[in-house]
T-cell receptor
Framework: KQEVTQIPAALSVPEGENLVLNCSFTDSAIYNLQWFRQDPGKGLTSLLLIQSSQREQTSGRLNASLDKSSGRSTLYIAASQPGDSATYLCAVATTDSWGKLQFGAGTQVVVTP | DGGITQSPKYLFRKEGQNVTLSCEQNLNHDAMYWYRQDPGQGLRLIYYSQIVNDFQKGDIAEGYSVSREKKESFPLTVTSAQKNPTAFYLC????????????FGEGSRLTVL
C-alpha cells in the first residue's frame, strides 16, 4: 500500500525566507502527485498537480519537483509572506488504485512578519 | 461561480442518530469523493463515485453510506454504526474518470454529543 510522509510536521520561518516542503512516497508507480493548501477550518485548495511524466510544475512563487525514482516531491515557495501561513498537504494517485489518493498528514507552516 | 457546496458547516449529533451531510457541485465533474480528516492525520477516503448510480468503498467505509442519484449531488450519511464519528468531513470532485486535479468543498464539522 502506498504510504505518504511529510516531514517536518511543522515549520516556522521569517518573512522573506524561501520555504522548502517535503513529501515522500513508498510506491514509485504513481499516476500523479498534487499539492494542496489548507487554512484552519477550511477545505483544501489545489496548488499544483504534477503528472508522473513531468519533473516539475511552476505557478507564480510556487515550484514543485517530482523524483519518482527516489519517491520524493518538494514544494518550494519563494520569498515567503505571512499570507503563506497554512498547512500544506501532498497527495499521490497510484496507477493501480484509481480514486484512492493517499494523503500525507501535512506540514503546518507559520511565516512570521 | 463554479464550485462545491457542503452543508451544514457545523453539525451536532446525539449518539444513536443518523445524520446526512450534503455535497453539491456545479463543475460538471464525473467523479466525487468523501474524505474524513482527524487532527494530525492525513485525509482518509470514505466513499467515491465515478458515475451516477455507482459508488465504491474507500478505506474507512464502515458506518457510512452514500448515494449518487444525480451527477451534481453526493450526500453522505453517518450512521449510528460509526463508532467515532466526530471529525471534519470533506467532499471533493474531479473531472473525468482518471484521478485529475481535485477540487474541495469547505467541509462539514460533525460533533457527537
Amino acid at each position: 500500500k502506498q504510504e505518504v510522509t511529510q516531514i517536518p510536521a511543522a515549520l516556522s520561518v521569517p518573512e522573506g525566507e524561501n520555504l522548502v516542503l517535503n513529501c515522500s512516497f513508498t510506491d514509485s508507480a504513481i499516476y500523479n502527485l498534487q499539492w494542496f493548501r489548507q487554512d484552519p477550518g477550511k477545505g483544501l485548495t489545489s496548488l499544483l498537480l504534477i503528472q508522473s511524466s513531468q519533473r516539475e510544475q511552476t505557478s507564480g512563487r510556487l515550484n514543485a519537483s517530482l523524483d519518482k525514482s527516489s519517491g520524493r516531491s518538494t514544494l518550494y515557495i519563494a520569498a515567503s509572506q505571512p499570507g503563506d501561513s497554512a498547512t500544506y498537504l501532498c497527495a499521490v494517485a497510484t496507477t493501480d488504485s484509481w480514486g484512492k489518493l493517499q494523503f500525507g498528514a501535512g506540514t503546518q507552516v507559520v511565516v512570521t512578519p | 461561480d463554479g464550485g462545491i457546496t457542503q452543508s451544514p458547516k457545523y453539525l451536532f449529533r446525539k449518539e444513536g442518530q443518523n445524520v446526512t451531510l450534503s455535497c453539491e457541485q456545479n463543475l460538471n465533474h464525473d467523479a466525487m469523493y468523501w474524505y474524513r480528516q482527524d487532527p494530525g492525520q492525513g485525509l482518509r477516503l470514505i466513499y467515491y463515485s465515478q458515475i451516477v448510480n455507482d459508488f465504491q468503498k474507500g478505506d474507512i467505509a464502515e458506518g457510512y453510506s452514500v448515494s449518487r442519484e444525480k451527477k451534481e449531488s453526493f450526500p453522505l450519511t453517518v450512521t449510528s454504526a460509526q463508532k467515532n464519528p466526530t471529525a471534519f468531513y470533506l467532499c471533493a470532485s474531479s473531472e473525468g474518470l482518471a484521478p485529475g486535479e481535485l477540487f474541495f468543498g469547505e467541509g462539514s464539522r460533525l460533533t457527537v454529543l
